[in-house]
């Protein structure tokens, strides 16, 4: 008999005890999330539901595969819990097929490429400087090394995409495929235009749903089935799921997608995030999901319409969606000393390029502000008038350390109204 007693093996012991140093700094974090104003648009809170799902056993089986057709025993459950995710996906966006492996956004967008497109393809998009999606064709991005990317941007004037540009450079290029989707895009995106636009050029249609997939699931956002071929989605932003990716597509190119993505680009999907995706999908399907969908909308709106009535100029001049973009072109404020200004306050958000930039990347003009996360927290209206009041004093008043920490004592008053994971063990 080993004369290791059997209570010190570290297999049974709680985080706490067996690493008190990642224990103290996933505590820290937690505390970091309940104190601040999360405005990061990508961001939300996912249910205690989907962190007990993420965090259990299914963590510890490979399934290389798909149901009943796996290259590993002891699947039976595994397998019941990855066709609920799919059928729970397709349901709730009335898509004919889902592949729930996708690790990511960016794994979904590449399952799809690998899936329409052969190397070298010409592919137009919009452009990251406009809002897109590094994985929307960026040189430096296995996408726009494998592929040959065009892009389409926002007007100048309006900073509304405009679909005669579309038309324009869709004629130019003859692209194969066409992406419609956004990262810093505050405005409605018109799938049945983008579908036009496709047809007329003989090319596929793929929407990269990733920010909007909870507004669409709540009605609030056109949906881009059936017009689109190819759609792809993260589970953790509006959707508010676990961290991981999602590709849909019609039946006839079910096989290929699922090829795509296993064996073609992943090894074992991650089940305890799949089990996340399906608690995820089963909430997102509810009427209490539907409505923080709406309020998420208005409360963009709000926010929008205060920052401006606080001298704030928005790209566009205002919101449809879950964001705004707070644009700083032409002034002394930059986007980098918005985003640490705002960190001073208690606020979380991040700097972004707006169109046309003229600072770079890592300065920018412009400030990404979203409503998902503190929507799903408890705010309304009210709360976001707050926040706006205090995101225009922060911007504007004389910085000093007494005015930094009396908006930081406001907006920790919002946030100590509205406590978040109250009781969660880690
Ligand atoms: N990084 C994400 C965002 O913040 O929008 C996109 O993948």
Redesign the pocket.
């Known amino acids: 008999m080993s004369d290791v007693p059997r209570a010190a093996s570290y297999a049974d012991l709680p985080l706490e005890q067996v690493d008190p140093t990642i224990y103290r700094l996933i505590r820290k974090e937690l505390s970091r999330q309940q104190q601040n104003i999360e405005l ?3 961001e939300n809170f996912t249910p205690v539901a989907v962190l007990q799902a993420m965090g259990s056993v299914l963590t510890n089986k490979y399934a290389e595969g798909y149901p009943r057709a796996r290259y590993y025993g002891g699947c039976e459950v595994i397998d019941e819990v990855e066709q609920v995710a799919m059928e729970r996906a397709k349901a709730l966006f009335g898509a004919e097929h889902a592949n729930v492996q996708p690790h990511s ?1 960016t794994a979904a967008n590449h399952a799809v490429y690998w899936t329409a497109l052969q190397p070298g393809d010409r592919v137009l998009s919009m452009t990251l400087a406009h809002g897109g ?1 590094l994985s929307h064709g960026l040189p430096v991005n296995f996408s726009g090394r494998g592929y040959t990317f065009f892009h389409y941007g926002v007007d100048r004037e309006t900073g509304l995409l405009n679909m005669d540009e579309v038309f324009a450079q869709a004629r130019k290029h003859r692209p194969r495929l066409i992406v419609v989707g956004a ?1 810093a895009y505050p405005r409605t995106l018109d799938f049945a235009a983008f579908r036009r636009v496709a047809d007329e050029v003989g090319a596929q249609l793929m929407a990269d749903i ?2 909007i997939a909870g507004l669409v699931a709540g009605g609030v956002h056109p949906s881009p089935f059936p017009h689109c071929d190819w759609v792809t989605t993260t589970t953790h932003k509006t959707l508010a799921g676990p961290r991981g990716g999602v590709c849909f597509c019609r039946a006839s190119s079910a096989a290929e997608l699922d090829k795509a993505v296993f064996p073609g680009l992943q090894g074992g999907p991650l089940e305890h995030v799949i089990a996340g995706k399906a608690v995820c999908f089963l909430l997102a399907s509810t009427e209490e999901f539907k409505a923080k969908q709406r309020l998420t909308v208005e409360n963009a709106k709000v926010l929008a319409e205060e920052l401006m009535a606080g001298g704030l100029k928005l790209v566009s001049g205002g919101t449809d969606n879950h964001l705004l973009l707070v644009d700083f072109s032409g002034t002394e404020m930059t986007g980098r000393r918005a985003q640490e200004l705002l960190d001073r306050v208690g606020i979380t958000a991040n700097k972004n390029v707006v169109p046309y930039d003229e600072r770079p990347p890592t300065i920018t003009s412009g400030l990404r502000l979203g409503t998902p996360a503190m929507t799903t927290r408890g705010f309304g209206p009210e709360e976001m008038r707050e926040v706006a009041r205090i995101i225009v004093e922060a911007l504007t008043v004389e910085p000093s350390e007494a005015n930094l920490n009396r908006l930081l004592a406001r907006s920790r008053a919002l946030t100590a109204a509205f406590p978040l994971y109250r009781g969660l063990g880690v």
Do not use: E, K, Q
């Open positions: 990061i648009a990508s956004g999606h990262s990733a920010h």
